[in-house]
């Protein structure tokens, strides 16, 4: 990852974690909690006993939440991210879940996670590869981080192909969402950033091929609600 970005992100992280989970909420309409499901689902864990998984750029926990949920606690989970306010604020809502003893939270970023060599049956990351600039890279730490066969979930916002949606997409996304995320979260920068780094997201072909050059197969990519979120995924073997 760019040394210069990098204090950069996660200051501006830090800063919004405490309007984070209520904005992603609101401009998603909600949106953001089925994406999340569809990509546990894609894992195929099936009730989770015995297995593990790790959720980079974990934000406030709601990929760990909704995975541990969805397999009754069955499944242990680490959630990592490199913003210590996000991780605080995850800590909170995974001590009033029922089955919150099923994830570990550790501070760290994606291109150096704190994980032994084949020691994860699934790896996630919602909304966090397109901040970091070694995509390839940390694709490969994930590779490293699972066992064979084990699967890789990425979920991220991106660009409708659609050349009327991506109209309106575009005006919601570059002059909407900066003032209302501003207005909430006292910090409109973050909420310029978004459009740009999303803008500059690989496209679907480009960001499969980065994929199987870390090493992943079965690669897959599968647009959601118009084209602004794709499911990514693929297989270790």
């Given at each position: 990852?760019?040394?210069?970005?990098?204090?950069?992100?996660?200051?501006?992280?830090?800063?919004?974690?405490?309007?984070?989970?209520?904005?992603?909420?609101?401009?998603?309409?909600?949106?953001?909690?089925?994406?999340?499901?569809r990509?546990?689902?894609?894992?195929?864990?099936?009730?989770?006993?015995?297995?593990?998984?790790?959720?980079?750029?974990?934000?406030?926990?709601?990929?760990?939440?909704?995975?541990?949920?969805r397999?009754?606690?069955?499944?242990?989970?680490?959630?990592?991210?490199?913003s210590?306010?996000?991780?605080?604020?995850?800590?909170i809502?995974?001590?009033?879940?029922?089955?919150?003893?099923?994830?570990?939270?550790?501070?760290?970023?994606?291109?150096?996670?704190?994980?032994?060599?084949?020691?994860?049956?699934?790896?996630t990351?919602?909304?966090?590869?397109?901040?970091?600039?070694?995509?390839?890279?940390?694709?490969?730490?994930?590779?490293?981080?699972?066992?064979?066969?084990?699967?890789?979930?990425?979920?991220?916002?991106?660009?409708?192909?659609?050349?009327?949606?991506?109209?309106?997409?575009?005006?919601?996304?570059?002059?909407?969402?900066?003032?209302?995320?501003?207005?909430?979260?006292?910090?409109?920068?973050?909420?310029?950033?978004?459009?740009?780094?999303?803008?500059?997201?690989?496209?679907?072909?480009?960001?499969?091929?980065?994929?199987?050059?870390?090493?992943?197969?079965?690669?897959?990519?599968?647009?959601?609600?118009?084209?602004?979120?794709?499911?990514?995924?693929g297989?270790?073997?």
């Open positions: 990852m760019n040394n210069v970005e990098l204090p950069f992100i996660r200051e501006m992280f830090d800063a919004i974690a405490p309007k984070y989970d209520f904005l992603n909420r609101s401009l998603s309409l909600y949106q953001d909690v089925i994406w999340r499901r990509a546990i689902a894609s894992l195929k864990l099936g009730n989770g006993r015995g297995k593990k998984m790790l959720d980079v750029a974990c934000g406030t926990c709601d990929m760990a939440i909704e995975a541990v949920r397999t009754q606690g069955r499944l242990a989970v680490t959630a990592t991210d490199f210590f306010n996000m991780l605080a604020l995850g800590k809502k995974v001590a009033k879940e029922p089955h919150g003893k099923a994830i570990a939270l550790a501070q760290g970023n994606g291109l150096a996670l704190p994980s032994f060599d084949e020691a994860y049956d699934a790896v990351i919602a909304f966090g590869i397109r901040n970091i600039m070694d995509r390839k890279g940390a694709l490969e730490e994930f590779h490293r981080c699972l066992k064979e066969e084990g699967r890789v979930a990425v979920l991220e916002l991106t660009t409708p192909t659609n050349k009327l949606l991506r109209g309106l997409y575009l005006l919601y996304f570059q002059k909407v969402l900066p003032i209302i995320g501003g207005l909430f979260s006292k910090n409109k920068g973050a909420y310029s950033y978004l459009p740009d780094s999303v803008l500059k997201f690989p496209s679907h072909a480009e960001f499969k091929a980065i994929m199987t050059e870390a090493g992943f197969t079965d690669v897959h990519a599968r647009p959601m609600t118009f084209g602004i979120v794709t499911l990514f995924t297989k270790k073997g």
